[in-house]
């Protein structure tokens, strides 16, 4: 069941208005939510529901230990001298007394015991992402035992996403920001939430740099508001998934089968190239844009993950535009235990490659995703390296053309096996070698416009809210109307799939 189907949108239309009619009951509208979300996970499969159901109480019991380890540890870490005091104390009491003793056997193992508990959630998400790759590694151990393993484990809807809001919430009890939300129905609600267990974003259980956290939208009274911005994104996402995605993704695929008989010419081959990030955007942020209007008519309000990438004029302003959630999180819980950039320059650029390159591995144990990865991370290390060196700022529109061939090529592993990257570059090159440029030269070119005046539409979703909002009920009716006859029009047939719905 897709958001796109006919059954979801029925569903959701009767869901929509029983879950409005509990609107002065937050408790009985979190019961529905839970209730919804698992209703949408066992459509897909009871399996996936029952992981999900295991790690969550798993999660719950994990984040009551650190709720209580974290109070006594800021108990210590507000008051440094309260040992000393204590011990010079010469009525000591039992309180003291319990607090020294804390303070001597639990306090250092703290940390320690936060470092585990993250570690169960990662070896949780790697046991499903990577089976099949330590499968095929240590199969052949297994059986010289007599032993056997299962060839293959279905991998969950949505592991990878609930798993990392998982350890926003762990780091969150550990330090006292989930005081208000520390119940179990928040919390399952929290990591099943079904607007956005397929596709993210990645929500976070605590407010931070700017983004509004999932977690405590639960408890809180939820209003209906926010019509105009909810019709905008259903409409940007069908532009973006049933236009653009579904109508360039057949050409980029067939440019790429092709390449292996030779026959397509170096502008056709360097089009797909430079089209493939255009449908991976118009298709990921497509699902995203659906699953931000289906959380706000519910009264939620989920972090915005993409903010126009390919306006970007340097690697590091793309990531700060790409997947954003994923970019905060790699951030937060990467770059920054390493060391970040308090390390000095030399350090600090081993700690963006080490990032990147778990970024890479995150997307698949294959070699192409870790290349991907390290190309973005040694892009990263080339710009930083041209800053520190003060060197003269490119023009913005080369800059910008720049960042988008970089990162076009750098898709070509994302897209394809390592093999199959190197076919279709070997077949680039072999063109542009014979000669063999093709008519879609202008179309290159054309492209490249599109891209240096892309950063021109920055506030055109804010003026679509507001024409909607100013337009009468009736002629928002026949615009809306309108508009949903032309998509439906144009679009090919069939409902594309989520490309990220394997990672």
Same mark, same amino acid.
């Given at each position: ?154 991998? /969950? ?37 079904? /607007? ?195 060197? /003269? ?102 409902? /594309? ?7």
């Amino acid at each position: 069941m897709t958001f796109f189907s006919p059954e979801f949108v029925l569903l959701f239309l009767l869901f929509f208005v029983i879950y409005w009619a509990a609107k002065n009951f937050v408790s009985m509208q979190k019961l529905l939510i839970l209730f919804a979300s698992y209703a949408f996970i066992c459509a897909n499969s009871l399996y996936f529901a029952l992981v999900l159901f295991g790690f969550t109480c798993a999660v719950f019991v994990c984040g009551k230990y650190l709720q209580e380890h974290g109070k006594l540890v800021r108990l210590l870490e507000q008051s440094p001298k309260i040992s000393e005091d204590l011990v010079n104390n010469t009525q000591n009491n039992s309180q003291s007394t319990e607090l020294i003793s804390y303070k001597n056997k639990f306090a250092p193992t703290s940390n320690l015991a936060l470092g585990v508990i993250i570690g169960f959630c990662v070896l949780f998400l790697c046991f499903f992402k990577y089976y099949d790759f330590f499968y095929g590694v240590f199969a052949g151990f297994f059986e010289f035992f007599g032993l056997s393993l299962f060839e293959s484990v279905a991998f /969950p809807l949505g592991v990878s996403y609930y798993t990392f809001m998982s350890i926003t919430y762990l780091v969150a009890m550990y330090r006292g920001q989930c005081e208000r939300c520390d119940d179990f129905i928040s919390l399952a609600c929290f990591l099943a939430f079904f /607007p956005s267990i397929v596709m993210g974003p990645i929500s976070r259980a605590s407010d931070e740099k700017g983004l509004r956290a999932l977690l405590p939208q639960f408890n809180e009274p939820k209003n209906f508001s926010c019509g105009d911005e909810i019709f905008t994104l259903v409409i940007f996402a069908c532009v973006k998934l049933l236009v653009i995605s579904s109508l360039l993704s057949p050409y980029v695929n067939n440019i790429f089968s092709s390449v292996y008989s030779s026959s397509s010419s170096a502008s056709q081959i360097l089009l797909a190239i430079l089209l493939y990030g255009v449908v991976l955007y118009a298709n990921f942020s497509g699902f995203i844009d659906m699953s931000r209007a289906l959380a706000l008519a519910l009264g939620f309000e989920l972090a915005q993950n993409f903010a126009m990438p390919y306006a970007a004029r340097n690697i590091r302003e793309f990531w700060q535009r790409w997947h954003i959630t994923l970019t905060t999180f790699i951030t937060r819980y990467i770059y920054i235990p390493l060391g970040g950039s308090a390390k000095g320059f030399t350090r600090t650029q081993i700690n963006v490659l080490i990032a990147f390159g778990l970024s890479g591995i995150w997307h698949g144990a294959e070699w192409n995703f870790l290349i991907w990865g390290l190309l973005h991370g040694v892009g990263l290390v080339i710009f930083n390296t041209y800053k520190a060196l003060a060197l /003269p700022q490119l023009n913005y529109y080369v800059s910008l053309i720049l960042t988008y061939i970089f990162v076009s090529f750098a898709w070509i592993f994302f897209a394809n096996d390592f093999d199959n990257s190197l076919v279709i570059l070997k077949g680039l090159f072999a063109a542009l070698g014979a000669g063999n440029f093709g008519s879609q030269t202008a179309l290159v070119v054309l492209l490249f416009a599109g891209v240096g005046l892309y950063h021109k539409c920055a506030g055109f979703f804010g003026f679509c809210v507001h024409m909607l909002s100013c337009m009468p009920i009736l002629l928002k009716a026949l615009v809306l109307g309108l508009v949903f006859s032309m998509i439906i029009a144009i679009m090919p047939s069939g409902i /594309p799939s989520f490309i990220y719905a394997s990672f």
